[in-house]
Protein backbone atom coordinates (compact mmCIF):
# COMPACT_ATOMS: atom_id res chain seq x y z
CA UNK A 1 0.00 0.00 0.00
CA UNK A 2 1.00 3.69 -0.36
CA UNK A 3 1.11 5.90 1.96
CA UNK A 4 -1.63 8.07 1.36
CA UNK A 5 -4.69 7.81 -0.14
CA UNK A 6 -4.68 8.81 -3.49
CA UNK A 7 -8.23 10.79 -3.89
CA UNK A 8 -7.92 9.69 -7.58
CA UNK A 9 -5.34 12.57 -8.60
CA UNK A 10 -1.73 12.99 -9.54
CA UNK A 11 0.67 13.19 -7.13
CA UNK A 12 1.88 16.49 -7.71
CA UNK A 13 -2.01 17.80 -8.12
CA UNK A 14 -2.75 15.52 -4.81
CA UNK A 15 -0.08 17.19 -2.55
CA UNK A 16 -0.50 20.63 -3.91
CA UNK A 17 -4.16 20.13 -2.87
CA UNK A 18 -3.48 19.06 0.96
CA UNK A 19 -0.85 21.61 0.90
CA UNK A 20 -3.69 24.11 0.70
CA UNK A 21 -5.79 22.56 2.64
CA UNK A 22 -4.19 22.24 5.74
CA UNK A 23 -3.28 26.24 5.31
CA UNK A 24 -6.79 26.97 5.00
CA UNK A 25 -7.38 24.72 7.95
CA UNK A 26 -5.03 26.72 9.94
CA UNK A 27 -6.06 30.18 9.18
CA UNK A 28 -9.25 29.10 9.34
CA UNK A 29 -9.62 26.68 12.01
CA UNK A 30 -12.39 25.01 10.65
CA UNK A 31 -13.20 23.69 6.75
CA UNK A 32 -15.87 21.33 4.73
CA UNK A 33 -13.96 18.70 2.94
CA UNK A 34 -14.68 14.81 1.88
CA UNK A 35 -14.32 12.37 4.46
CA UNK A 36 -11.23 10.42 2.29
CA UNK A 37 -9.62 14.18 2.01
CA UNK A 38 -10.36 15.18 6.07
CA UNK A 39 -8.47 12.09 7.03
CA UNK A 40 -5.62 12.99 4.90
CA UNK A 41 -5.24 16.88 6.22
CA UNK A 42 -6.00 15.60 9.98
CA UNK A 43 -2.39 13.03 9.31
CA UNK A 44 -0.37 16.58 7.96
CA UNK A 45 -2.26 19.35 10.06
CA UNK A 46 -1.19 17.31 13.39
CA UNK A 47 2.41 17.10 11.93
CA UNK A 48 2.79 20.93 11.37
CA UNK A 49 1.11 21.58 15.05
CA UNK A 50 3.82 19.46 16.26
CA UNK A 51 6.49 21.50 14.27
CA UNK A 52 5.16 24.60 15.76
CA UNK A 53 4.92 23.38 19.31
CA UNK A 54 9.11 22.49 18.74
CA UNK A 55 9.77 26.24 17.94
CA UNK A 56 13.31 25.82 16.56
CA UNK A 57 14.17 27.42 13.24
CA UNK A 58 14.67 24.26 11.82
CA UNK A 59 11.05 23.36 12.24
CA UNK A 60 9.97 26.67 11.09
CA UNK A 61 11.60 26.02 7.78
CA UNK A 62 10.27 22.65 7.81
CA UNK A 63 6.57 24.27 8.37
CA UNK A 64 7.71 26.96 5.65
CA UNK A 65 8.22 24.61 3.25
CA UNK A 66 4.59 22.94 3.42
CA UNK A 67 2.31 25.20 4.26
CA UNK A 68 1.20 28.43 2.30
CA UNK A 69 1.34 32.22 3.88
CA UNK A 70 3.52 33.83 6.36
CA UNK A 71 0.10 34.29 8.36
CA UNK A 72 0.22 30.46 8.79
CA UNK A 73 3.28 30.09 9.66
CA UNK A 74 3.05 32.88 12.16
CA UNK A 75 -0.25 31.50 13.61
CA UNK A 76 1.35 28.17 13.82
CA UNK A 77 4.36 28.57 15.74
CA UNK A 78 2.69 31.36 18.37
CA UNK A 79 -1.10 31.07 18.71
CA UNK A 80 -1.37 27.22 18.46
CA UNK A 81 1.50 26.22 19.81
CA UNK A 82 0.61 28.23 22.99
CA UNK A 83 -2.79 26.86 22.88
CA UNK A 84 -1.59 22.91 22.74
CA UNK A 85 1.45 23.48 24.72
CA UNK A 86 0.70 20.79 27.05
CA UNK A 87 -1.18 18.28 24.74
CA UNK A 88 0.56 15.39 23.26
CA UNK A 89 -1.32 14.59 20.12
CA UNK A 90 -5.06 15.09 18.66
CA UNK A 91 -4.61 18.34 17.68
CA UNK A 92 -7.61 18.22 15.13
CA UNK A 93 -10.69 16.57 15.13
CA UNK A 94 -13.91 15.73 12.48
CA UNK A 95 -17.21 15.86 12.65
CA UNK A 96 -19.16 14.10 10.02
CA UNK A 97 -21.87 16.50 8.34
CA UNK A 98 -24.04 15.20 5.34
CA UNK A 99 -24.30 13.22 2.31
CA UNK A 100 -23.15 15.76 -0.67
CA UNK A 101 -25.77 15.91 -2.95
CA UNK A 102 -23.98 15.64 -6.68
CA UNK A 103 -22.35 12.95 -5.59
CA UNK A 104 -23.11 11.49 -2.88
CA UNK A 105 -19.79 11.81 -0.86
CA UNK A 106 -19.80 11.45 2.59
CA UNK A 107 -18.90 15.57 4.12
CA UNK A 108 -17.22 16.11 7.42
CA UNK A 109 -15.64 19.34 9.06
CA UNK A 110 -12.40 19.03 10.55
CA UNK A 111 -11.14 21.46 13.23
Do not use: W
Not at 29 to 41: F, L, M, N, S, W
Request: positive net charge.
Amino acid sequence: MTKFRKLGRPTGHRMSMLRTMVSQLVKHERIETTVAKAKEVRRLADNMVQLGKEGSLCAARRAAAFVRGDDVIHKLFTELAYRYKDRAGGYTRMLRTRIRVGDAAPMAYIE
